[in-house]
């Protein structure tokens, strides 16, 4: 198998938060030369064992695809596939973006998970807890808590060479507190204005004499 690249099987996660969703509903390109992708972030709770044991299973896919692509392992990729960040799987509490500031610095609450980015060039689906397509982008958001089906494969390319996540579909389970606050409500934004006394809300020139209008054409 080793010209041919290793896709193992998809597996769904049990209901975790999500991030950076805006790509779920329309394709975008995040470096130069990309193509445009659908794509999502999984945060995985270190302290939740159904998702940590999720997360190994991926690990696992992830060590078997890596061997069945590259059998000599002075061939495989030299990237590890946790913790760095260029790896697979990041460490919300250690990993640093590629100027070296901690991810957890930019996004407070990547504390105590592991991170995965995952993405797809064919749309997933989305869907709410009875199946149904979800068509508004603002349904799925930063901080809401999801079902995520996703799979990990190997791919070699000219210059670059490495393993992946791509996803296949997104469930929304529950709602979550939205990171970074989000849009504040009508409610709490303004004040509904009080109807002008004497109008009891109805029309405000009610009482008001009525100009007399002069015809235009009379100064012509």
């Known amino acids: 198998m080793g010209n041919e690249n290793v896709s193992k099987p998809a597996r769904t996660s049990p209901p975790l938060r999500v991030s950076y969703t805006q790509s779920l509903f329309t394709p975008k390109t995040f470096q130069q030369g990309q193509k445009p992708a659908y794509s999502m972030t999984a945060m995985i709770d270190k302290a939740v064992p159904e998702q940590m044991a999720w997360l190994k299973q991926l690990y ?121 606050g989000g849009r504040p409500s009508l409610e709490s934004m303004f004040d509904a204005a009080p109807p002008a006394a004497g109008t009891a809300g109805g029309d405000p020139f009610a009482g008001a004499p009525t100009p007399v209008e002069e015809d235009p054409f009379l100064k012509m």
């Open 60 to 180: 696992k896919d992830a060590e078997e695809a890596l061997a069945e692509k590259w059998p000599d392992p002075a061939k495989r990729p030299r990237i590890p596939l946790i913790g760095e960040t260029n790896s697979l799987f990041k460490d919300g509490d250690k990993t640093t973006d590629k100027q070296g500031v901690p991810l957890k610095e930019k996004n407070p609450e990547y504390a105590g998970h592991y991170i995965l980015r995952m993405s797809s060039k064919v749309k997933p689906f989305v869907v709410d807890r009875n199946r149904q397509e979800i068509l508004t982008a603002d349904e799925v958001y930063g901080g809401c808590f999801c079902k995520v089906n996703c799979n990990v494969y190997t791919y070699e390319m000219e210059l670059n060479k490495g393993i992946t996540c791509g996803i296949n579909g997104v469930q929304k389970w529950s709602e979550g507190e939205r990171f970074g």
